[in-house]
């Protein structure tokens, strides 16, 4: 494909795109640049690359400077990786991450829990002190690649409050599962336990849209739906976000509020990691401090159960023929998980990563700030 962007008209903001893989070789650049070792950098840039190549724009290429390479410079994640297993038994290892590179510490960890599952039927790896790992149905999917079943979580800062509670107490806590299928893409269940998520929230921001009502909620309980100033009271703990089925009873919300606790107690219980409050990204002075992070990976070996032949074949069943049930009035098609991030990977295999003018700019200045001037990009002559 043609180093020029591709572009389209979206609204007020011209959407560019550019090539999946220049993307991802500029990330692992200006990830080198500010100390990370060259092999971390392009484990670092594959993980976020994976989120725009499955349309999860909200974890992307649009995160990689402000949650990534901010964060090193203000001395807030080590560059440099120190994995340590502090514990380790033929099934199951505990890793001290030592404030690293999140997604090194993630892809290390799930490759450890899969070298167990190859062995022993079932691997576990729980992990403490790391940091932001980037989309966890990365991991997930590193299992069903090797015919098994992977499952992963992680908690985060508080942004949740609990059924009934206007404190943001718990952390996004995505709970995923990744299982390979018959079908051509595998069935990966990629979500956070709340509503929506901070990622989702960044984004509406950049492209300057509101809030649906009850994904945000105030001191007062009532809605809020300007995305710039929930993430700023986020971080002040002046909103929260509603879990899963929303705040109160009536879509059962303390399901949401039930499953973001599971995640929270195997990311920190059985690692003696840090929870809750301790895990907000600032002291009682205000003071930014490292985020500290937990996480656990499962791998589980099919063949210890079933050949992976014959589960494949029976979940592509399951899957086609919940796609084949009967439709609303109105609705075209109905979807199962992994399938709609399939349908965008097909879309953008041929046009890369699109980029809003916020991001060309941000990427133009990071770019010049580092000395990368082998980048060409196809908004270079657009105006900031």
Known sequence: MSQEAKSSATGKSKILYEPFDKMEQFMADVFAKVGVPES?????????????????????VGR????YIDRIKAGLQNPVTDFE????????????????????????????????????????VAVRNSTHYGIAGYYALMAAKENMIGITGTNARPSIAPTFGIENMLGTNPLVFGMPTDEYFSFVIDCATSITQRGKIELYAREG??????????????????????????????????????????????????????VEILSSSLQAGLFLKDLADVDS??????????????????????????????????????????????????YTAGEKEYIAWMDRKDKGVPLNDVMQKIIRTTRDEYGLSQYKFGFDTLKS
């Open 209 to 262: 849209k509101k809030l649906p009502p009850g994904w945000v909620i105030d001191q007062d309980g009532n809605t809020k739906t300007d995305p710039a100033v929930v993430l700023e009271e986020l971080n002040s703990g002046k909103c929260a976000l509603a879990p899963l089925g929303g705040a109160g009873e009536e879509l059962a919300g303390y399901n949401g509020y039930g499953y973001a606790t599971v």
């Open 40 to 60: 971390d950098a392009r484990i670092c840039a594959e993980v976020l690359i994976e989120a725009d190549k499955r349309g999860i724009d909200s974890h992307g």
């Open 64 to 67: 990689f400077k402000p949650i």
């Open 85 to 124: 297993i502090i514990r380790e038994g033929p099934t199951t290892a505990v890793i001290d991450g030592h404030n690293g590179m999140g997604q090194v510490i993630g892809k290390r960890s799930m490759e450890l829990a899969i070298k167990k599952a190859k062995k022993y039927g079932l691997g576990m």
């Open 285 to 334: 002075n205000g003071k930014k401090v490292p985020s500290r992070l937990g996480h656990f990976f499962f791998a589980i070996d099919i063949a210890s159960f079933i050949e992976p032949e014959s589960f494949k074949k029976n979940t592509g069943d399951i899957l086609r023929s919940l796609r084949n049930s009967k439709k609303v009035p109105g609705q075209e098609r109905i």
